[in-house]
C-alpha cells in the first residue's frame, strides 16, 4: 500500500464507520473490497500496517445503526483479514471475531432480517477458512446450524451461498491427516478436530434425514436446496466422508424415488448421479443400493419425471452400457410415438402415449426429445436402437405433421397436438441443422432441403421459424458437395422460394434471407455447394436489390454479402456492375442513419483491396473510390466505422511499402527502438531506397492515408487514436531514418480546420521545447507552422511512444485507483472539502 492510500485510509474508516453519513454508490464497496484482497494475496498482514481497521471493525461491530451494506462489507472484511493466521490471532486476541460473527448478536439488534447483512455473515465465514485454527473457530462457534438453517431462506441468493459455504466448511473438516505430522501438539489438534467433525457430521446427518423427504409442499424448498448440498459433498468428498453420506442419505433417497414428485426429479437425479458417478471414477462398484436408485429413476411410472431423468443421466453421466441404452430409448420414444416411425422396434409404451394426449404434456416432452437427438446419433452404434438417418427422417416427418401435412403412421390423438406449434417447429429446426454432423446422413440431403423449402414456401410460417430453416438449410448446403444429390426441380423451387423471401413484407425475413445468400457465396474452397444450390450471379442479382432496402439491417447484411462474391466475376461487364454498387455503398457510407450498415461497407473495401489484384478488372475503381472511402469513413462519429477505416488505410500502408526492408507489417506492438526519436536499425540505406520511398510516401498521402492516421491521433476515441498511433509509429521507423533525403522532403498539408489544429498546435509546442532548450526562442515567438511541413518533422515532433504508452493503458487507469476510490468515499463525507472546491460548489463524486 502507497504512502497516499495509507494516510487516507483511517479518515476512509472514520467516514465508512458514522451512522450519519451515506455512501455515494454501493459499489465504492465492493471495490474497496476487492482493493484489500489484492492486498491481502501480496502477503502480509494488513492489521498490522494498517490498525485503523481494527478499531473500524470495532467500531461496526457496536453500531448497528449503520446501513446494511457496511455492515455486510465489514463482515466480508474481517473474513479477509482472518484468513491469515496472524490476522486470525489479532483479530481472536481482540474479541473482534466473536463480536462480528455471533450470529445471535446481530439477531438481537434486529439488523439479520436483512439479506445483505445474512449474505456477508456467510461470506465473511467462507473468506476466513484458510486454516486450522479458522476450522477450529468455525467449529466450536456452532456455525453450523445457522448455516442449515440458511439453506431454506427466503432470500436464493443467500440459500445458494450458505450451500456452498456449508459444504466447504465440512469437505475440510473430513480432509484426511497430514501425512508425516508427529509432533504430539498436532496430535492432539487433530484428534480434537476429529472428535468435533463427528459431533457436527451427527448434526448435519440429522438436518439430511429429517429435510430430505419434503413431509408437505411447503417443504418442498427445504428438500430441494438439501438435495444441491447433498450432489455437491457427495461429487467433492473424499472414500470416508462420501461413505458415511450414503449411509446418512439412503432410506431417505429411495423414499423420495418412491414418492414420484416431480417437482424434485432433476435434483434428485443430480444427488443419485453424484453418488454413482464418484464411485465409479474412484474405480469402486457403486453400492447396490445407489445402482437400485438409478434404475428406478430410469423406470418411473410418470412419463414427464422419466424423460427428465433420462436426459440428466445422458448430460451428466458416464458411460454405462445397461444405463446409456436405457436412456436413449427413453428419449427417442416421444418422436418414435408422435411421428410413427420405427425407431425403437416393438415397444410397450402405452403410458406415455396416454400422457401426450395432453397438448402441454406432448410439446414438452417431443422437445426434450428432439433436444437430445444429435448427442445420441453421435453416440457408438452398439447403442443405437436405430441408424441416424432414421432419426433425421422422424425428424422431418415431425416438421411435416407440424405444417399440417397427415403421416399414416403417426398417432392422431397425439400428432395433432404439435400441429402448428411454432415452438416445436423451432426446436425440430434446430435438431435438424444439429443432425447434419452425425454420421450416415448424407443420403438425406435432398429430403431435408425438399421439407425446408416447404417450410419457406409457407405462408403461415413466422419470421423466427424462417430464420431457423434457413439455419438449417445452410448446414445442410455444407454437404451438397456431389451434385447429383440435388435435382434441377429442386434447384428451381429453392430459387422461387428465396426470391419471394427476398421481397417478403417483414424486414426480418428479408434479413434472414440476405444471410443465407451471404452464407452460400462465402463457403470457399466449397463453390460446388453454392453453385449446386442457387447460381452466384443470381446471388448477386438479388444482393443489389437489397442494398436499396428501407431497413438498415438489410442493407448492412446485403453489404456483407456482396463482399463474399468479390473473388469472382461471374460475367464480362463485371466492372460497370461493381462501379454502380460502389456508388450505392458510397452513399450508404455517408447517408446511412445506422452505424452497423456503415461499418459494414468500409469492411467491404477492406476484403474487396484484400481480394483484388492490381491489374485486375476492378483495380481502377478500388483505386478511384477508395480515398472517398478513407475520407468519409474517418470523419464519421460511429468509432468501429474509424477503426475500420483505419484497417483500411494499413491495407494501404502495407501495399506501398512491403518491397522496403524498414517496413514492419501488421502493425501493435510498439517496435524495438534506438535513437532519442525511436530510429529503426536499418540494415542499409541508399539513395534508390530514398526514391521508391518518396514515391511510395506520395502516393499513400495522394489517397489520404496520411491525414487518416493524423485526424485519428487526435481522436477522442482510444480505440481509434491507439489504432492510429500504432501505424504512425509503423511509418516514422520507415522513414525518419533516411532524413535529410527526399523522403524529409516530402510534405505533409495540414488543414487550418479539425484535426489540423490540434497536430498544428503539439508541433507548435514541440518547436517551441526544441528552441527553448538551444537557447535561440524570441519570448514572443512560439515557433508557428503555417502550410505544408515535413513529413519527417511531424512524425519526429508528435510523441508518439509516450501517447503510446497512455493509449495502451485501460481507459479507466487514472480514476480507477484505489487512491481515487479512496478520495470518493471521503469525499461523500460532510464536512469534507477539496483543495480545488470552492464553497456553494456541488462535489460531483467519480464513482467509475
Known sequence: MDSECASLLPRVCEVLADSRRALPDDTSLEKLLDWFTGLTKSGGCLLETCPCLLDFISSVGNNTALDPAVLSFTLKLTGLLAASEDGFKILRDCSVLDLVFKHQHW?????????????????????????????????????????????????????????QTLAHALLLLHLPSSEGSNSTEEHDDEHARTSTSSDE???????????????????????????????????????????MLLQTVLDPLEELVKADCSLLTLSLMDAIM???????????????????????MLNSNKPSDLLQAAAAFLHRGRRDSIYTVQAVRILLLPLSIVTGHPLLGATDHLSMVEDMKSKSSCISMICVSLTNAPQITNMPSDVLPCPPDSVVSAVLSL???????????????????????????????????????????KLKVSDVIRVLIGYLDNPDSD?????????????????????????????????????????????????????????????????????????????????????????????????????????????????????????????????????????AVVRYFITWFSSSTPHSSSASILSQSVRAVLLQGSADLDWE??????????????????????????????????????????????????????????????????????????DCDRPVALKACQLLMTLRETLCPLSGGLVDAVPCELPDHSWGKEIRRILRAENYNVASRAGSVDPEDRGDTHGAVSMCEVLASLGLDEKLDILSRSSDHVHNSALSLLQDILTAGPGYTHPETQPGLEVIVDCY
Open 399 to 441: 416438421l411435416k405433421i407440424c405444417s399440417g401435412f397427415s403421416s399414416p403412421t403417426a398417432r392422431r390423438e397425439v400428432s395433432r397436438n404439435v400441429i402448428g406449434s411454432s415452438k416445436v417447429q423451432k426446436c425440430a429446426l434446430e435438431t435438424l441443422a444439429a443432425l447434419s454432423n452425425s454420421t450416415g446422413v
Open 274 to 296: 453424484a453418488a454413482h458417478s464418484c464411485s465409479v471414477a474412484d474405480g469402486h462398484v457403486p453400492d447396490q443400493r445407489v445402482s437400485r436408485l438409478l434404475s428406478s
Open 201 to 243: 457430521f451427527t448434526v448435519l446427518s440429522e438436518y439430511l434425514t429429517e429435510s430430505l423427504v419434503p413431509g408437505d409442499n411447503t417443504r418442498l424448498q427445504q428438500s430441494l436446496q438439501t438435495l444441491r448440498l447433498l450432489a455437491l459433498l457427495l461429487s467433492q468428498a473424499g472414500p470416508p466422508l462420501r461413505d
Open 641 to 714: 466505422v474509424k477503426v475500420h477505416t483505419l484497417e483500411l488505410a494499413q491495407l494501404l500502408l502495407d501495399a506501398a511499402f512491403s518491397g522496403h526492408q524498414s517496413y514492419r507489417q501488421n502493425s501493435g506492438t510498439k517496435p524495438a527502438l534506438n535513437g532519442s526519436h525511436g530510429e529503426a536499425v536499418r540494415p542499409y540505406a541508399d539513395a534508390h531506397a530514398e526514391d521508391d520511398l518518396a514515391a511510395a510516401l506520395n502516393s499513400v498521402a495522394e489517397l489520404g492515408v496520411i491525414s487518416v492516421l493524423l485526424g485519428g491521433l487526435v
Open 463 to 599: 419470421p423466427s421459424v424462417l430464420h431457423k430453416s434457413y439455419q438449417a438449410l445452410k448446414k445442410w448446403a455444407c454437404m451438397c458437395t456431389d451434385l447429383s444429390l440435388l435435382t434441377d426441380q429442386l434447384r428451381e423451387d429453392l430459387t422461387a422460394v428465396v426470391g419471394k423471401r427476398a421481397c417478403d413484407m417483414r424486414w426480418e425475413v428479408r434479413d434472414s434471407t440476405v444471410e443465407f445468400l451471404g452464407h452460400l457465396v462465402q463457403e470457399r474452397g466449397r463453390a460446388s455447394a453454392s453453385e449446386a444450390m442457387l447460381s452466384r450471379c443470381w446471388i448477386r442479382s438479388l444482393l443489389k436489390v437489397a442494398l436499396q432496402d428501407a431497413e438498415s439491417y438489410v442493407r448492412a447484411s446485403a453489404v456483407d454479402a456482396l463482399a463474399g462474391t468479390l473473388s469472382q466475376s461471374c460475367q464480362q461487364g463485371a466492372a460497370d456492375e461493381e462501379s454502380e454498387i460502389v456508388s450505392r455503398l458510397l452513399e450508404i457510407l455517408s447517408q446511412d442513419a445506422e452505424g452497423f450498415s456503415r461499418r
Open 107 to 163: 439477531q438481537d439488534k434486529g439488523v439479520w432480517e436483512d439479506p445483505c447483512l445474512r449474505i456477508g455473515w456467510i461470506q465473511g465465514l467462507k473468506n476466513l477458512l484458510q486454516h486450522p485454527a479458522a476450522l477450529d473457530f468455525f467449529v466450536k462457534s456452532g456455525f453450523i446450524e445457522p448455516l442449515l438453517q440458511l439453506q431454506t431462506d427466503t432470500s436464493l441468493f443467500v440459500a445458494s451461498a450458505a450451500n
